[in-house]
């Protein structure tokens, strides 16, 4: 058969070249392509998505930024485009500016000082991808999915030459970049990578691996709560969304990862709200759990409804029974798109079960009844999408096993990395990995962590390069080298997009340097990036 034609018709394959590829449609990706662009080199965007900028455009506008300070670059860019959008009044459709709370994590969501907006409605954080995609000329392939077969992705003398996509087209060059959530060019290339929480006796850590009764943050059963189907009788068997198994050891390690959800945009302007929808397959049983924990006096419903510009929310996860679909996920990291996909339908069938489980169920508090009756979705987002988030907040798949991995140490800011390319400073939070039935009967969620790193940290550059022997010229800006706990902290979309613009760096200077990722010269490397405003130490 001749290279680059089909079997079935010799119809050939789309070829299409540049010098950095990079598969993913994230925010990472964004700031990636653009850093090539600014450098002078050809570089393609291949992204599985329609949507550009992954969680950032996805819903998640109530920004996890912790230290405002070490965020640079691109990132800082892209917040300061957001401060610009909403210097405008027409921007200002469902309230005033004047009636805008202004809160936002830890400093206000207006920064005028920095003229920075760290809270924002998603549409207007997808346009901002847009428009850097627009000014900078970037080519984007949408909906192009990567072939994960043993013939997807071809490597010669241990770098990647192309890969191929599922519809046949062939992408070819000289480096290329994995910003994707999931990890898939990284796996697929033969990189090695873990899934799942690592036992604390791995890399020395105190945090990792099962926390039974660690309880950090609120999101677990502070007053009793029956497991069973009738409350006190296990004999009438568990009721949904609460695992059989044991819950492990503390310290030892599984293959859980933290729970999964879709962060909410909701609307409570009457002009611009949809009543939540009934779901297909609604069951009210599924939720009977947060009617019991209701009925212990529990009343923090609304407490991370976080408020975004013109009468939304940012609304995630809160308490012991929310919005995170906990133990849904394990299998999501190395799923077939396909499994995938129904993994995203039953997640957002629960969330929607939820919204109209708590609007409608007699169960449900009168107070809580009457304060949900305000929230609908909003008419003017995710419009493609029946109003629905478009992307399913991914909070850990594989994670790689690269040149350094970051640890829990380091991402407390107790060590010095070797060569930092960018930083973090937010908690070390992972959410619940399982609900399960403690000794005495009830029921219990465990994983959930939130620990204070001493100052923001640095990121090593080896964290996003695999190792030489693997893959020359890849380099990871997402599923960095972490163990289960410090990506807690690095896992935060600001970080994201510093990790990408910092891998782009690199690209250009290892296609420059004719060298690998590995043996791009650090001194060269960090002149660029502080250059280009990288915050890379304190």
Known sequence: MLPGYRASTLKPYAVRQADVIIYGGTSAAVT??????????????????????????GGLGFTDTGNKEVIGGLSREFYQRLYQHYQKDANWTWQKRSEYGNKGQGTPALDGTNRTMWIFEPHAAEQVFEDFVKENKLTVYRNEWLDRSARGVQKQAGAITSFKTLSGTVYQGKVFIDATYEGDLMAAAGVKYHVGREANSVYNETHNGVQVGVFQHGHYFKKNVSPYKIEGDPKS???????????????????????????????????????????AGYDPSRYELLARVFATGWRETFDKYDPIPNRKTDTNNHGPFSTDYIGKNYDYPEATYERRK???????????????????????????????????????????????????YIREARRMLGEFVMK??????????????????????????????????????EGDIGVHPDKPYSIAYGSIVPKESECKNLLVPVCVSSSHIAYGSIR???????LGQSAATAAVLA??????????????LKEVLLKDKQRLTL
């Open 408 to 445: 829990e140490v380091d991402a407390l800011g107790k060590t010095v990395v070797p060569n930092p390319v960018g930083m973090g400073s937010y908690a070390l939070d992972a959410h619940n990995s399982q609900r399960f039935v403690k000794k005495d009967g009830f029921v219990q969620n």
């Open 511 to 524: 296609i420059d340097g004719k060298t690998s990722v590995q043996k791009v010269p650090y001194a060269k």
């Open 342 to 392: 129904e993994i995203i339908r039953d997640h957002e069938l629960y969330q929607k079960g939820l919204l109209y489980y708590m609007q409608n169920d007699p169960k449900i508090p009168a107070d809580v009844h009457q304060a949900m009756q305000q929230w609908g979705l909003p008419k003017d987002e995710f419009k493609d999408n029946g109003n629905w988030p478009h992307q399913l």
């Open 237 to 279: 068997g568990l009721l949904p969304e609460i695992s059989e198994e044991e819950p492990g050891a503390n310290g030892t390690g599984d293959h859980k990862i933290q729970a999964y959800c879709f962060r909410m945009c909701l609307s409570n302007h009457p002009e611009n709200r949809i009543p939540f929808p009934k779901p």
């Open 32 to 57: 990636a392509a653009v850093q090539v662009k600014k450098m002078g080199k050809s570089v393609i965007i291949v992204s599985p998505d329609k949507h550009l900028g992954g969680l950032s455009s």
């Open 492 to 498: 935060m979309e600001p970080v994201f997009m510093i």
